[in-house]
């Protein structure tokens, strides 16, 4: 089959066309690559360690924070099956108030619900709110980070997390005691007039690719209120 020329110039303005447009979009964007005038981060799409976004999110099988749920939250999301949400509460007694006090409180922030999934072979989502209501979404997030054990690798990068603005943290902690290593990933929001966190970490029995589906369902799924 033979092409003509007139159908050869056709192709080519066609090609002008789509090269102009391209360069006139990419003049209309901000320095981060985010068009001018949008203030929503881009999709993450960093596959691999540490960030791990080729994982997908769990399917839904219950929720955790809305009404009737064990832990009253100012966010609300959805879990696998098998995920079991319930209250965290401080121990009393002086010595459980100490021993408390170290799993509880980090950085500024106190845990308020623990989300078991390690009959899915999960392990643990915990919901954090930070002590200080003011503090915002990133200073929340940093000083919680720095409140763990040795840490080293500290990333962070902007989402979002259900319809709403986010940050989000993973780093790497070394215990003092065992020095095993682990890595974490959280988000932080905020709502209800404070920072929420909603933090998962690696374990002896569970790595990433067995807790990550449970904490992008979370962030996938979330809601204010």
Do not use: H
Request: net charge negative; aromatic share 6%; proline share 8%.
């Amino acid at each position: 089959m033979t092409t003509g020329v007139g159908t050869v110039r056709r192709r080519a303005a066609v090609l002008v066309l789509a090269a102009l447009t391209a360069i006139v979009a990419t003049g209309c964007t901000g320095g981060d690559g985010t068009p001018a005038g949008d203030a929503s981060p881009p999709a993450p799409t960093s596959t691999g360690e540490p960030w791990y976004d080729e994982v997908n999110p769990a399917p839904a099988a219950g929720s955790v924070g809305g009404p009737g749920s064990p832990c009253p939250l100012p966010v609300s999301f959805s879990l696998p099956e098998q995920w079991t949400p319930k209250p965290i509460q401080v121990p009393e007694g002086e010595l459980a108030e100490v021993l408390g006090e170290a799993f509880t409180r980090r950085g500024g922030a106190t845990a308020r619900c623990e989300v078991d999934g390690r009959r899915a072979g999960g392990g643990f989502l915990r919901v954090w709110t930070a002590d200080d209501p003011a503090v915002e979404a990133r200073p929340a997030l940093e000083a919680f980070v720095a409140g763990e054990e040795k840490v080293s690798g500290q990333e962070f990068r902007s989402v979002r997390a259900g319809g709403v603005d986010a940050v989000e943290a993973t780093w790497v902690s070394t215990s003092e005691l065992t020095e095993d290593t682990n890595r974490s990933w959280a988000f932080a929001v905020r709502a209800g007039g404070r920072t929420v966190l909603v933090t998962v970490s690696e374990n002896l029995l569970a790595e990433a690719t067995d807790l990550l589906p449970g904490y992008r369902l979370a962030g996938r799924s979330l809601t204010v209120g």
